[in-house]
C-alpha cells in the first residue's frame, strides 16, 4: 500500500511504560506509520529475563532456565510474567482488567508441551499488543488489535520454528486494508491451518515485520531496536566500531545468520523480493538516521562488518579414499541431520571433511553421532573439536578486491594467532576463519584494524 510504513518495535522499546510512550511518539510523528508490529516486553535491565524466556520457563516446568544453569522456578516465572503485565496496565493508565483475566486462563490452558511452548510463548507478543493498542486510542491515536489468526497468517506445523504459508500475504492484505487508523499487530507467532499457535525462531517479530511489509508492499519497513543501527563489530568489544550506514539485503542476510543478533536472519528475505527498504533506527534516539538496507550499496566498500559466531563445534572426520566415494559426504552429514541438528560450512579436502555445527546442539547427542559414524564408516580419524569462533568479513566489494584474505591472514599473522579453518563462498561476499575461542577477542580486534578502520 502505497507511502505505508510497516514499524517493528523489539523488546526493550516496549519493556515499559517509558518505553511504550516512545513508540506512541514515533508513530504520532508520522501518519504513514499505519501497521505496528510488537515483540513481547524485552529485558529493562542486564540482569532480567525476558518476558518470553519466562513464558517458555513456564511451558516447560523450570526447565528452560535450568538448561541453562539459572535457578528460576515456573512459579517465578509465573509472577514475573503476570506483575509486568499488570505494572504496564497501572503505569500507562490503561483499563486492562480483561486483559490480565485473559492472560491468566491462557497460561492455565492445558496442550501437549510441544503445543503449550509455543502458545505460552506467544502470549507476551498476543498481550502486549493489546495494552499497546489500549494505550494508543487513550493517546488519541485511533488503532485497532489485528491479531495474526484474524488476519490469515498461517504458518507450517513446524513448532518454534515455523514458517509463513504464501496465502497468508493474500489475507494479510485484505484484512489490513480494511483497518482506519493504526493497526497494532503482536510479532512473533502464526496459526497452523489447525488452528495451533506456532512461533517463529527466537527474535521472529522482525520475521512478522517483514511479511507484513512484503504483504502490504510496504514503502518501507522501520525496525526499531535499542541501537543506534548496525555496527561494522561488536561496539562491546570495540566501542569505536561504526555504524553501518548502508547495507544490501545479502549483507544483512550474511551478517545475521554469522551472529549479528540486531535483525532476524530471515526477516529480510521478502523484502528484498519487492525492493523494500529496511530501516534499522533507535527507539532512545530518534536523530540517528541508523542502517539503511537496500538492494543496492554505493561506493561499494569492500568489507562492511565483521560477523562473530562462538560456541561452534566441528566434526572432523578423516577416511582414506573418502574422494573417490561418490556421496559420502552427504551421507555423514545426513547422519548430523536426523538427530535435527542443523550443520553449516562443509571444509573438505580430498580424504577428509569438517561439519560445522552449533555446539550446544551436539549436548545429549555427541556419544550417539559417534558411535554410528564409527560403525557406519569406519573413519580413519574421528574428531570432535569444540569452543570454536568463526570470525566472518562480510562486503559486497570483496570479490573486486584482491588480497583481503591475505590481509586479515597477515593481520592474525603478525598476533601470533592459528586459523583452523578457512572457507570463502563462492559468492565471494564474505569468508570464514574458524579459531580455538581464546583467540577470538584478539583476532577480531587484529581483523578489525586492518579491514574496517
Ligand atoms: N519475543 C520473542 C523473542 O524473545 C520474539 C521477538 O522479540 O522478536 O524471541
New binding site residues.
Partial sequence: MKNNIVCKF??TSVANAGQINKVKNIISQNNERKYVVV??P?KESSEDE????HLINLATGGKHFRMQNKNISSQHSYDVVIGKFQKLIVDLGIEGKDVLKHLKDDLKKSLPEYKRIDFL?SR??RYNAEIICQYFNKQGIPSELVLPENMGLTVSENFSNAYVIPLSYRNIKEKLSQIEGVAVIP??YGVTTKGDVAVFS?????LTGGEVAYAIEAALYENWTDMDGIYQVDPRLIPEAKIIPRLTYKEIRLLSSKGFDVF?YDAMMNCKKRKIPIQIRNTNNISSEGTLIVSERVPEEVVVGIARQDNVAYLYIEIDGMGDTIGIVNDLIDVIHDYGIETYHYPTDRDDVAILLNQDDLVGYAADIKDKIEREFKPDILDFNYNITILSPVGIGMKNHPGVIADAATALKEKNINIDIINQGPAQVSFHFGFQNYYADSALKAMYERLLK
Avoid: L, P, V
Avoid at 50 to 53: A, G, P, V
Avoid at 202 to 206: E, L, Y
Fill in positions: 523489539g523488546g515483540s513481547a524485552g525476558k518476558i518470553t524466556d510463548a507476551g507478543e510479532g512473533f527466537r527474535g521472529g517479530s522482525d532476524h
